[in-house]
């Protein structure tokens, strides 16, 4: 059974730095991206950051120069550095990999921000 678990979330004043990590375990082949969701109260679940196998990432709009996702597929694993934070990141992150035609969730973790 593939497990997502993700860790760094909190609470961190506005223009603060947080680092979100996702661990993947159980038996999970060819991950072919790997990547980051946020869901804020009362919106719907939207991308934040994904990076592929082969190392490019991705970035909403939204986030481009405050944020920095990286994986290690040798680890299963991928971060996302998050700085600059406004308000308007709160939400709940979740980690998304997809490996073959698998894609799997981890549980989230909560980021908010605020004076």
């Known amino acids: 059974q593939v497990q997502l678990v993700e860790s760094g979330g909190g609470l961190v004043q506005p223009g603060g730095s947080l680092r979100l990590s996702c661990a993947a375990s159980?038996?999970?082949?060819?991950?072919?991206?790997m990547g980051w969701y946020r869901q804020a109260p009362g919106k719907q679940r939207e991308l934040v950051a994904f990076?592929?196998?082969?190392?490019?990432?991705n970035y909403a709009d939204s986030v481009k120069g405050r944020f920095t996702i990286s994986g290690d597929n040798a680890k299963n694993t991928v971060s996302l550095q998050m700085n600059s934070l406004k308000a308007e990141d709160t939400a709940v992150y979740y980690c998304?990999?997809?490996?073959?035609?698998?894609?799997?969730w981890g549980q989230g973790t909560e980021v908010t921000v605020s004076s």
């Open positions: 998304k990999v997809i490996a073959g035609r698998n894609i799997y």
């Open positions: 159980g038996r999970i082949f060819s991950i072919n991206q």
């Open positions: 990076v592929t196998l082969e190392g490019t990432a």
